[in-house]
């Protein structure tokens, strides 16, 4: 039970008592029921099979400018296996500046914005007018609504943490270990905070971080995790900062759960204190700890949703007056492509165990980067997909197994995702797929056609009419394959699609569907390693988010 005696035992028990808002009696007496076998609605879900989905939110808090907009938004997707296997675990990261519908409730139904104001307006109450989304976790609860809404399933708990939270969590556990992958500086860091009334400070400073293993203090991690204004090309972007969190965050649990790391747990629960918000019950807590514990991080799926997949921006240098700021907006209004991508993120053990070559050959003639986009996307899914190119148009997308039957896991969960049938060349004469190469010998080439790509860019709506369903997709199905539809939870209302924004990319030379992203050519910097964070005396601009344009 934890240890539940002595000094140890006391501090736990305070410390989870403050935390999730209980009494010292109530922390026992869960413990004890959940070391008895007891149960809770995330261990009920857990013994049934069913996903569990936790939203973490992490903001600046009352001492940063816009204290509770959420520029941190990740998803902790949990899928049981059952049978003592460890589950599959994926970390989905969401960008700050997606434009959203956000469900206020009342008569305004639905606000549109950012995000990461969700939690920041049902934090304010404004313009919120549903009691659903009012008190202390009103901005969770209204952000877990946003999520579920543009990502298609059910958000269970969050739990929302601001940067004082961060830093101590990981001073507590003695830092992290953390290899950064490139060398990359930062010379726009804020330095400190616009809005402070006593020490107001709009200035931004150079940080700097070298390629290779390092250990990180709790200041370090935070500015590691936060830094998004690099020229690097490869660290300057969304994507890069979206990783950063996700290496931290799994850099804490696997401090958290080392030799010895389990010490340090009270220590790192009182550190949390008032600077952590969660509807999280201790019982389904004990029973998420319960089920992750063993599970290494490197197992972890990590996605980040973001302008190399589902999104394109809008804003500087592209914008216009109507699009001042930085805003990013799905290529499906439906949502439905991302809907249905979060909903299918885990591919079956077996077709992840088979490690079949899968070769993504872009049939679809539009010539974006379609087989990138996927290939990149399935192989964070856990598959081994690489980017075939582009190759002779198709009409529709294809799944050719040439593996003879050795992949056949593989082949049939891609073929169910895109509602298709599994292709297989005769042995005398393997069938060509669309690049004019043979689907490798063991392996399987997914030609990506231009009804595929008609859907991803949101043109696909009137193949999901019939259904009521947004955006013409589909769940996976068994037995034969139809054209897929998104099929969000219940619980969660449909989309609505949003106005269609003023600055929006260039044309193509395709037709059809919302236009594809712009491409950008970033010079790398050439100059040597700069100095850890040092002020530089430049005026940056408030941190708090320009106006939402009027949809």
């Known amino acids: 039970m934890l240890g539940l005696v002595g000094g140890y035992g006391a501090r736990l028990v305070l410390s989870l008592a403050h935390l999730f808002g209980e009494n010292p009696i109530s922390v026992i007496t869960d413990i004890i029921h959940h070391s008895s076998g007891g149960s809770g609605a995330v261990a009920n879900k857990f013994a049934s099979g069913q996903r569990v989905n936790i939203a973490l939110y992490g903001y600046g808090g009352s001492d940063h400018d816009g204290a509770y907009l959420s520029d941190s938004i990740m998803v902790i997707s949990i899928q049981p296996r059952g049978a003592g296997n460890p589950p599959q675990i994926a970390q989905i990261s969401i960008p700050r500046d997606l434009f959203v519908p956000i469900p206020v409730g009342g008569a305004e139904k639905t606000y549109y914005a950012r995000v990461n104001e969700a939690y920041s307006i049902g934090q304010a109450g404004l313009p919120v007018s549903s009691a659903d989304y009012s008190g202390a976790q009103g901005g969770g609860r209204l952000a877990n609504a946003t999520l579920s809404r543009i990502l298609g399933i059910p958000i269970d708990h969050f739990v929302g943490l601001d940067f004082t939270a961060f830093k101590s969590a990981v001073d507590s556990v003695g830092g992290v270990d953390i290899n950064v992958e490139h060398t990359f500086t930062d010379n726009n860091y804020p330095r400190g905070e616009c809005d402070d009334p006593q020490h107001p400070d709009c200035a931004v400073e150079t940080v700097h971080f070298n ?3 390092q250990h990180m203090d709790g200041a370090t991690a935070l500015i590691f995790a936060r830094s998004r204004e690099s020229a690097d090309p490869v660290e300057g972007t969304n994507f890069a900062r979206n990783k950063r969190q996700q290496l931290v965050l799994s850099a804490i649990k696997q401090r958290v759960l080392s030799v010895g790391g389990l010490g340090n747990l009270p220590d790192l629960l009182s550190s949390l204190g008032d600077h952590v918000k969660t509807d999280l019950p201790l019982g389904d807590a004990l029973a998420l ?37 930085a805003y ?29 070559p899968v070769s993504v050959v872009d049939g679809s003639g539009r010539t974006q980067g379609a087989s990138k986009r996927w290939a990149s996307l399935f192989s964070n899914a856990g598959l081994s997909a690489t980017d075939g190119g582009a190759g002779r148009v198709s009409p529709t997308t294809r799944v050719i197994d040439a593996s003879g039957g050795r992949d056949g896991s593989t082949a049939l969960w891609l073929a169910r995702y895109f509602g298709v049938q599994v292709e297989t ?3 005398a004469s393997p069938a060509a797929p669309a ?8 392996g ?11 859907s991803y860019y949101g043109s696909g709506a009137a193949a999901g009419a019939s259904t009521g369903q947004p955006g013409g997709a589909s769940a996976p199905g ?24 003023t600055a929006a990319p260039p044309p193509s030379s395709s037709s059809g569907g919302l236009l594809p992203p712009l491409s950008t050519a970033t010079v790398s910097p050439t100059q040597g390693p700069a100095p850890r964070p040092t002020a530089t005396p430049t005026a940056r601009a408030t941190l708090r988010p320009t106006p939402t344009p009027t949809p």
């Open 425 to 427: 060349p005769a042995p």
């Open 211 to 213: 390629a290779g293993p």
């Open 289 to 325: 700890y319960e089920l992750v514990k063993g599970v290494e991080t490197t197992s972890f799926e990590h996605v980040s949703v973001d302008n190399t997949n589902f999104i394109y921006d809008c804003g500087p240098p592209y914008g216009t007056a109507a699009c001042p700021a």
């Open 478 to 501: 068994t037995g034969t394959t139809p054209r897929r539809r998104s099929t969000a939870a219940p619980a969660t209302p449909r989309p609505v699609a949003p106005p269609t924004p």
């Open 328 to 356: 990013e907006y799905p290529y499906d209004r439906s949502f439905g492509t991302l809907q249905h991508f979060i909903q299918s993120i885990f591919p079956p053990p077996g077709a992840v165990a088979e490690h079949a």
């Open 444 to 454: 399987i080439t997914l030609v990506l056609g231009q009804e595929e790509e008609r």
């Open 435 to 442: 690049s004019g190469a043979a689907a490798s010998p063991g």
